[in-house]
């Protein structure tokens, strides 16, 4: 009966492991070599990306035998360049633009790419215009310029976008910004609009309401593409087959941090700040509030950072609709669903 009872004891403990997260293979045994990796943030030093500098400074990468170096990233194109020349392992991006990159019909893009965490369950990507520019619609933007990052998942997704709201894409311009200069080139008058993702909304009003005394007026891109990812964890296949158990502990060591962050949004915003003075504490705690309920959507089954296979395939065949991607993508090409 001891024999039985101890048995069974096992056999429910591992059932316990197995369901919690991050239980199994999330920390390295003692005495065994760190690993060194490099992690790309999504965008600059934006509150998106504050929960790398939550997962380095409370350690949940350091138990996991992981030191991480810190980059800032450059949007979509860029931080898939990265990971291509073997600069990164690991990069936060939108997952939308890298498969739009990957599996447009002319696409020669980096197909080497794994989704093993889903940051935002909802593409975010929007256009935002200052209140009296008569840009209140999407055919507003026809005639006018729009000011984005380089190479960034706003330019990648708007021809689509465009054909299913009505809207002639050759008749709009488009002009490349750097990412801190997106809220001045519009509270300047140098350009009409710009696209940028919903939680920039308040660093874009703050500009706009300094100089104009102006709110911004925002179109999100997923009034017509509503099955679309936002942010995701990437790293590339090679390392996936190469070492699985390095991926899974880098993610699970991530996602506790996704999950402390926005339970702890001005903690994380002021612990940005600390780390990356040019992003304001208020400004990076507000962005965290306002992605929160892209995190914590319902499509992911009430857990966050999930990528449910359903949610994945109609996110591909939303793209293939709007004549984004190539037919034949399936939801194994974009998501490494053993780490998941």
Known sequence: MVGRSRTIALVIATMTCAAMTGCAGSEKKPGAA??????????????????????????????????????????????????????????SLDLTGAMISTYARKSTGFKGFRAVLAVHQHTLVSIMSME????????????????AAANSVNQLLFPGYARLAGVDASKVSWVAVQPNQLGNSLA??????????????PTIEKA???????KVVVLPYSDYLPDLFGNALITTTDLTKRNPGLVKRFRDAMLKALEYTINHPDEAGALLHAKQPVTPADAASAEIKLMTPSVTAKEAGSKVGAIDRAHMARAIASLQKAGLIQPGVTPEDVVDFDVM
């Open 188 to 201: 300047s008058g140098k350009v009409d609009a710009l696209s940028t993702f919903l939680i920039g909304r």
């Open 34 to 91: 760190v690993d060194h990796v490099t992690y790309v943030t999504a965008f600059g030093a934006a509150g998106r990306d504050a929960f790398v500098w939550i997962a380095a400074e409370k350690g949940y990468l350091r138990t996991a035998g992981i030191d991480v170096r810190i980059e800032l990233g450059k949007a979509t194109g860029e931080n898939l360049k990265a990971l291509t020349s073997g600069k990164a392992q690991f990069a």
């Open 208 to 214: 706009t309401i300094a100089a104009k005394h102006k």
């Open 132 to 147: 009296g520019s008569g840009i209140t619609s999407p055919k507003g933007l026809e005639g006018r310029t729009v000011a």
